[in-house]
């Protein structure tokens, strides 16, 4: 929608998430935010939630030393 107005996040990584939280029905919206900005970005993620979606993403467990 025209009207939709994104601040410091592509409206098309909103389009993604909300599509990846109606498909999954047990993504949450922010978790899927998360997901989309890190795939665009080529970052990772720190992240205890061992469900957190792993697709093009590199998940770091805080709780394990580097």
């Known amino acids: 929608r025209r009207n939709v107005v994104c601040h410091g996040v592509a409206k098309a990584r ?3 998430a909300l599509r990846m939280t109606a498909a ?3 993504v949450s919206f922010t978790d899927a ?3 989309a900005v ?4 080529g970052s990772g ?3 205890f939630d061992r469900a957190f979606p792993k697709e093009g993403i590199r ?3 805080p709780g394990v030393p580097s």
Do not use: F, M
Request: zero cysteines.
């Open 14 to 16: 909103v389009v993604e």
């Open 24 to 26: 999954s029905g047990r």
């Open 33 to 35: 935010l998360l997901w």
């Open 38 to 41: 890190a795939r665009q970005e």
């Open 45 to 47: 993620v720190a992240t």
């Open 59 to 61: 998940l770091v467990d």
